[in-house]
């Protein structure tokens, strides 16, 4: 499998330099010299289950599927990126959807839905890829490609990042009324996806929650039974006969300030709609000396 090609940074005045010059907004020097690195790759494992959007089975007695699969991915210092994928084939949804699937005799293979849409699904895992990112030789953070001395001096200051985060949008041309969610949907990425110091995890976590529609929800666990504090974003979109909205339900390990787990899914007036939800377990998150592979059966 070939990956796209890695983003281009916009050429734009706040664009080279821009993380050293948030530092400078702070009123703080700039660092001598970044943090070494604490391994040979930034790396992420996250196990994802996605609900398929259409149904199987029979009409008179459907079922729906939920696909799930691996990735991984691995940031060398120098940028250098590699990504892992597996699928872990689909199984069906919940206890119902199960007796629903046993009674279509149990299939492992799927090719086509109730509507007549083919589909290529299976029960089996696939045999998994890794490559290289082509390209890639910085690390990408709100439209905006950074040196890894850039990302280690990002702003560790919450109003600051904030502020950082909002010029990035404005040059990468996000709509003024747009700027605030895109702001909370950027900020979680910094919870994992880049190997910033804890004081910028801790700062992107305090700054997320100053953001509008966004609030806690005490603890919980996630799917690996760990503990975490509960952050919810809901986004409203106004449509011409009906109101839409996508809750995001985040789970943050606030010790080590990274985050654990992100359920997605979207609502028409009230009502779930259906395939349009998604979980994420961020299984694995931090420095590692172990070569970029395969991602493996979990």
Known sequence: MKLATAPIRPL????VGLAMGATALMGAPEAAAAAPPEGAYWHSRSLMTLTHPWRFGSRS????????????????PDGRTWFGFRELGALPKSAADKKAWQRDGSPSKWS???????????????????????????????GQNLTYDEVQRLPADPGTLKDWLRRAGQVGRVPSDALDGWVAGTLPELL?????????????????????????????????????????????AEGTKSK?????????????????SRAQKALDDGKQVPGKDSSETLVEVGWTNTPPAVPALP
């Open 12 to 15: 734009v005045s706040l664009g």
């Open 192 to 236: 994992h996806a880049l190997p910033v110091t804890k004081e910028v995890r801790t700062a992107a976590y305090q700054a997320l929650l100053t953001m509008p529609d966004v609030r806690t929800d005490g603890v919980a666990k996630d799917a690996m039974g760990r503990s975490g504090a509960v952050v919810l974003i809901e986004r409203k």
């Open 61 to 76: 007695d459907p079922y729906a599927l939920v696909q799930r699969r691996v990735s991984e991915s691995w940031q060398a």
């Open 244 to 260: 839409s909205t996508s809750r995001t339900r985040l789970i943050v390990d606030t010790g080590r300030m990274v985050l654990l």
């Open 112 to 142: 086509e839905s109730i509507d007549g849409k083919t589909v290529k699904l299976s029960a089996t895992p696939a045999k998994g890829s890794m490559n290289p990112v082509r390209g890639q030789n910085q690390f990408f953070l709100g």
